[in-house]
């Protein structure tokens, strides 16, 4: 390296370069979060400066960010926390006395009694319980052990953690990793980040986004010619394809993982947003056991839940949990000793995953304004999710398929020739450069399907259902005024 004198003092280039840092971490993207995004953020700064644009605001549909979107957070949360975090405040009568009640036994168990202070790696003990019997009243009384439940800083810390355990090896023996394609891309991110190997089965678009036994062999042989395929991630209701899986497909994905020996990781975030006619959430902790002690003493498995979707989406609080199944009691004691590293998730966030686990029952005085709240939130997702396909299937040259659940919507688009060669000479992938030019021209902004892959020669965007049901109507008109103009000037 070249070394200059400059008044005196030894000049030497940066200790850390793009081209001296961890690769791995260069090859890391987040769609969701990526250029588009950006470019949103400099649209709004230049709108507050006064520059003119066809539009007066930015509409931020690239992310399931409930209350960024308007959502209202729900009463007996906030009282509960607000409780927590200024105890004062459990001597005024303004607060329900069970808002009090879930507020003292939070803090008795705190350190001090207070949610500033640290709590066990695990997460508190009182709250891993409560998360233990919610469990086991959503899978119809199958036990759940409060020792098997890891509190987490959202659910992607703990998605993260357990790639971690099981990422290991060197060339054709690195672990391989099956991500469904679309994928939400903390998963790609991850791997990449831990230089394990991403094998991609596809889901069926043709059959509302299914998942296939069959598609998932294909995947599996191919992969075995260059790593050792490990681990087996579901997203069930889907990110970004909001299918809901039935109960027959849970059952032969927890068969085929047994059969080749495939730790199974069931992403279950959005186990409260099931709207369509017909589905059903069932998790596969349940489905498990209902195979029988051959399946559910064998199958290793680690399932997810976060406080940020949902009802609540309550995404800032980042609280969140695994529970993991018949995992060897050695790595068990690695992955606590892993966790213990990070001292443990956000109190507050810990706080109120207690509250989603454990809400107000009808005995309680906060129950009828809770459950009303509940239903609302979910109600208008349901109606936002019927409309937004709706509407969609009316515009030339767009698909989509029905919402069943989730929050968002990932149609299709066809796009003209020459919209793909203008894209290709601009080097952007084609559904970037629509997706570019909707936020340029509408304030717009959605994320690309190539950012959560797709079948070559097809191409997408990925919607949320979230903004507020007459907002989103402008959404839906704008993007299919768009759409027929984009069609019409490269055709």
């Given at each position: 390296m070249s070394q200059q004198a400059v008044n005196g003092v030894s000049c030497r280039g940066k200790v850390l370069t793009v081209e001296n840092m961890n690769p791995n971490v260069k090859r890391v993207e987040y769609a969701v979060r990526g250029p588009i995004v950006q470019r949103a953020v400099q649209i709004e700064k230049e709108l507050r400066e006064g520059v003119k644009k066809p539009f007066t605001e930015v509409i931020k549909a690239n992310i399931g960010d409930a209350q960024?979107?308007?959502?209202?957070?729900?009463?007996?949360?906030?009282?509960?926390l607000v409780l927590c975090s200024y105890p004062e405040l459990l001597e005024d009568n303004k607060f329900p006395e069970d808002a009090k009640k879930r507020a003292r036994r939070i803090l008795d168990a705190c350190g001090g009694h207070?949610?500033?202070?640290?709590s066990a790696s695990q997460g508190i003990e009182c709250i891993r319980q409560d998360v233990a019997r919610y469990i086991e009243r959503r899978d119809g009384g199958i036990p759940s052990n409060p020792d098997n439940i890891y509190l987490s800083t959202g659910a992607s810390d703990a998605i993260v953690t357990i790639l971690k355990l099981l990422v290991c090896g060197e060339g054709r023996d690195r672990t391989g990793v099956m991500?469904?394609?679309?994928?939400?891309p903390l998963y790609s991110a991850a791997l990449a980040d831990l230089a394990a190997v991403q094998i991609n089965y596809y889901l069926d678009e043709d059959n509302c986004w299914s998942l296939n036994v069959a598609e998932l062999k294909r995947a599996l042989n191919e992969a075995k010619q260059h790593c050792k395929?490990?681990?087996?991630?579901?997203?069930?209701p889907g990110n970004p394809t909001g299918q809901v899986q039935s109960r027959q497909c849970i059952e032969d994905v927890i068969q085929f993982a047994k059969e080749e020996h495939l730790f199974l990781m069931a992403d279950e975030v959005y186990q409260d947003n099931v709207?369509?006619?017909?589905?059903?959430?069932?998790?596969f902790k349940k489905v498990l056991f209902e195979m029988g002690p051959e399946y559910s003493s064998t199958v290793e498995m680690a399932s997810f839940h976060s406080t940020s979707k949902c009802y609540m989406g309550e995404c800032g609080f980042r609280g969140g949990y695994m529970e993991v199944i018949n995992m060897d009691p050695e790595v068990k004691a690695q992955l606590t000793k892993l966790v213990s590293v990070r001292l443990c998730p956000p109190v507050p966030g810990q706080a109120l995953l207690d509250l989603v686990v454990n809400p107000p029952q009808p005995d309680e005085p906060s129950y009828t304004l809770f459950t009303k709240e509940r239903t609302a939130v979910l109600a208008t997702l349901a109606e936002k999710a019927r409309l937004t396909e709706e509407i969609f299937n009316e515009v030339p040259g767009i698909t989509c398929n029905p919402v069943q659940g989730a929050m968002y919507t990932f149609p299709r688009i066809t796009l003209p020739q020459k919209a793909i060669d203008k894209a290709k000479a601009e080097g952007k992938v084609p559904d970037m450069f629509y997706c570019m030019k909707l936020l340029e021209e509408e304030g717009i902004c959605l994320v690309p399907g190539s950012g959560f892959g797709q079948k070559d020669g097809t191409f997408h965007f990925r919607m949320t259902i979230l903004p507020p049901t007459e907002k989103l109507k402008v959404v839906l008109q704008k993007i299919r005024d768009f759409h027929l103009r984009f069609t019409n000037e490269f055709s």
């Open positions: 960024a979107m308007g959502q209202r957070p729900i009463t007996f949360f906030r009282q509960v207070s949610i500033g202070a640290y991500i469904s394609i679309p994928q939400y395929p490990r681990v087996l991630c579901i997203i069930n709207y369509a006619e017909g589905c059903k959430f069932h998790s």
